[in-house]
């Protein structure tokens, strides 16, 4: 059984990578589901715009930060990307909450 739990977005959003900051993500959207007795998490966003572009690709590994939210997208890798600085896809292991400043 497949079933959608919850959705949450944010017009921007940090991006991290290896406990550092490395760029943002506009028009953030994820959505919790519950598949195969395990919660999955994908997202999409409009835009990722990164200080260095050799980070701005398929296949990179980095977390997501909602500060408004106080939410952190951790692990998820970016599936697809239209080209660099545009639109694309991504899967999350998971999201944990946090208190105070990142």
Not at 3 to 21: A, L, Y
Request: aromatic share 8%.
């Amino acid at each position: 059984m497949i079933k959608m739990e919850k959705t949450c977005g944010s017009p921007k959003v940090e991006v991290m990578k290896d406990g550092k900051r490395i760029g943002h993500m506009d028009g953030m959207n994820v959505i919790q589901w519950f598949l195969k007795n395990k919660y999955k998490y994908t997202g999409t966003f409009s835009r990722f715009i990164t200080e260095d572009p050799d980070d701005s690709h398929s296949g990179i590994r980095i977390d997501i930060v909602i500060p408004e939210k106080h939410l952190i997208i951790k692990d998820a890798c970016i599936e697809w990307m239209k080209s660099p600085l545009n639109n694309g896809t991504f899967n999350a292991k998971r999201i944990e909450s946090y208190e105070g400043p990142i």
